[in-house]
């Protein structure tokens, strides 16, 4: 079992940088895909970024690539997602999760998610 709380969301302006975290606890969290998904509202979950288990493989979707970064630090059992450039359009919950490989289609365990609001 793993459980995720992040944490690091809050209300910006537009062009503003905002990094969150994603602790987890349980075990063998360094073996994890861990994702970050975002939800706007009236919109499906999205996703956002993903990391392998040593952090050497990233992927992000296509439109986010250059403005956010995920990283990890398994000693401190957390993921990070660092936003740059923020956009009224990023506004959404945030969601970590994480998943048992990095081929596996299905996410395993959710965080309960951390707001972030972007006002022009």
């Known amino acids: 079992q793993v459980q995720l709380v992040e944490s690091g969301g809050g209300s910006v302006q537009a062009g503003d940088s905002l990094t969150l975290s994603c602790a987890a606890s349980?075990?063998?969290?360094?073996?994890?895909?861990m994702d970050w998904f975002r939800q706007a509202p009236g919109k499906e979950r999205e996703f956002v970024a993903a990391i392998n288990w040593s952090g050497g493989t990233t992927n992000y979707a296509d439109s986010l690539k250059g403005r956010f970064t995920i990283s990890r630090d398994n000693a401190k059992n957390t993921v990070y997602l660092q936003m740059m450039s923020l956009k009224p359009e990023d506004t959404a919950i945030y969601y970590c999760?994480?998943?048992?490989?990095?081929?596996?289609?299905?996410?395993?365990?959710w965080g309960q998610g951390t707001q972030v609001a972007v006002s022009s």
């Open positions: 349980g075990r063998s969290f360094s073996s994890y895909r």
């Open positions: 999760a994480a998943r048992r490989g990095w081929n596996r289609r299905d996410v395993d365990y």
